[in-house]
């Protein structure tokens, strides 16, 4: 499989053999490559997202690092008086559907020979990464900001993985591995453009599960944008392949104690740095200032989407109603469940909402117990 990284500011190519995260003039690079989907062939493999083989960038298959992931369930059910489809991505071994970046990068990193990496975190990347990592004999700096839930960091201490907890936010954490990232791999799941390589995988089998149909709507959360921007290239994948003749609407929801995607969205795509920002149960969403902020505003303008806030109270209370149905999911997944609520969809629709991180994770709150 021919393949190469191009910068997406100027243009430059670089050697897919290269370890290069990230251009030289700063911008953020993309992986040129042609996918192929041969459905017959695909059917006949086992349900993991490597059935995907052909539209993954990884050119040796002794590279592949994997735990057979992938190929969640999508279950139909009635949330809030309509009728979507939940896929159920904290299925995964490590918790989160992070686990699909993570497989994907962590085996261009044994294609390169690697030995270390680093990567921030709020806790569900820095856990895919480390135990993918663990798999792979690659030793994995993880930061994460220190009042990241318990359940997280001893989850990545226990991959083995060297836990570096920063004293402050998301960004303080970010800004530390970045350092770090100076002289070592940087495993970042919104710089790395093979993690979104691997996050494109779950519209590969919503895709398929549905029968090779789009879904009309697609309800994410949104923070780097991870999934969101993730889901835009494999849709744009599918779609130029002939697979599917046209884009789902994207809807991001963000928590309203940090949103600053949807207040660029609400202001004619100007993203304006926030300086301050609350607290918010959806951890895993916390981003003050998104890194791929252009690249999300695009992806839902481009499929007619829209970007959403929920409140903390909106957010538990989906939380406590999701898991009454037997979901049990963290915070962060739960604001899709409120956005949904906020949403007008027409009953014939086909909506899905991938249900990201488990709920195990989490640290109970007081009114919990």
Not at 326 to 339: C, F, K, L, Q
Request: charged share 20%.
């Amino acid at each position: 499989m021919k393949s190469s990284l191009r910068c997406l500011s100027c243009q430059k190519i670089y050697p897919s053999s290269e370890p290069r995260w990230k251009c030289h003039c700063g911008g953020f690079l993309t992986v040129d490559f042609h996918p192929r989907f041969p459905i017959k062939l695909i059917r006949k493999r086992k349900p993991t997202l490597w059935r995907y083989r052909e539209a993954l960038p990884i050119h040796q298959d002794q590279s592949i690092v994997s735990f057979d992931e992938g190929f969640t369930p999508l279950s139909k059910e009635e949330v809030y008086g309509k009728h979507v489809w939940l896929k159920q991505e904290f299925l995964f071994p490590s918790g989160s559907y992070k686990d699909r970046g993570a497989s994907v990068l962590v085996s261009k990193m044994k294609e390169l020979g690697l030995k270390n990496a680093v990567e921030d975190s709020s806790g569900n990347a820095g856990a895919a990464i480390a135990a993918y990592c663990a798999k792979a004999s690659i030793t994995s700096h993880i930061y994460v900001p220190k009042k990241t839930s318990s359940g997280k960091l001893l989850q990545i201490q226990q991959y083995g993985a060297k836990l570096h907890r920063v004293q402050g936010n998301r960004k303080d954490a970010a800004d530390a591995a970045w350092n770090h990232a100076q002289t070592t791999y940087y495993a970042s799941h919104y710089w790395n453009p093979y993690f979104f390589q691997g996050t494109k995988t779950c519209v590969f089998e919503i895709v398929e599960q549905l029968g090779w149909n789009s879904p009309d709507v697609l309800i994410v959360p949104v923070g780097n944008g991870t999934l969101l921007y993730g889901s835009y290239l494999g849709l744009k994948e599918l779609q130029q392949e002939g697979i599917i003749d046209r884009l789902p609407r994207i809807i991001g929801i963000q928590a309203k104690n940090c949103a600053p995607l949807a207040a660029a969205w609400k202001n004619n795509n100007i993203i304006k740095p926030v300086t301050s920002s609350k607290e918010t149960i959806a951890e895993g969403i916390a981003i003050s200032n998104p890194t791929r902020a252009e690249d999300i505003l695009h992806s839902v303008r481009k499929t007619s989407g829209n970007i959403l806030t929920v409140t903390e109270n909106e957010i538990l209370n989906a939380l406590y109603y999701i898991r009454k149905k037997g979901y049990y999911i963290e915070p962060t997944s739960a604001v899709t469940i409120a956005g949904l609520k906020k949403l007008s969809i027409k009953e014939n629709d086909c909506v899905v909402i991938p249900l990201t991180g488990n709920g195990l994770k989490t640290k109970p709150r007081h009114d919990e117990t």
